[in-house]
């Protein structure tokens, strides 16, 4: 029992820390996921169908390309375009993108163009609706997965810890089901020897069933008449 309460202890201290840092992350991926809700398709169209559309559009349509298409080089805006032709089906991969498995080559290509001072949503919606929802989205979506990184290995000591937890609280439950057992038995017997005992001290056993006449004389015993 005392294992089992630390292993228990250990468990819920190893998910409060968890804890702690998913909070920190949560509102990084709630932000990220209001950027993708703020995004429309015409909103999306408008930006597409510039023909000359400002450098810092250019830029933040990059970021996204290295993220949801891991390009490992920075794309022009050709590409741009071609990657926001279907608004609708570009609006669905960035919503279906998996921030908790960032591969780190696209971080180190993302983290350049988020150090740029016109990297903001405030800067960039003078520029284009879409696209500063998109760098508002790009600059949550690594930080929540910069957060979750070091959440990650917490939450398999977290995991690894309840199963080890609830391994030995099963293991617990099958010896006190066998003490319990043990003790019904042994309740079992207590009630049934009183009644036993109860019975031969009733037993009308005296010496006067033994008597002389009730058994054979030494004489016939040893002639073998009876």
Known sequence: AEKTNALA????????VADGELGEAMPAMEAAKDAVNCLTKPAIQEL???GKPPGECVEVSAAVAFLIKQEKKKIDWKYAQKMMGNPGGFIEE?????????????LDNVRPLLSQPFFTFEVMKSKSTAAAYLANWVINIVAYNTIYKKVAPLMEKVRVATETKETA??????????????QEKVATLNAVLPKSSALVREQPWSTSQFTTSSRPSLVAQSTGVL
């Open 48 to 50: 597409k169908s510039l």
């Open 169 to 182: 609280e099963a293991s617990l439950e099958i010896v006190l089901a066998r003490v319990r057992e043990v």
């Open 9 to 16: 202890a250990e468990a819920a201290e190893v998910k409060r």
């Open 94 to 106: 960035i919503q279906e993108f998996d921030g908790n498995n960032i591969p780190e080559f696209c």
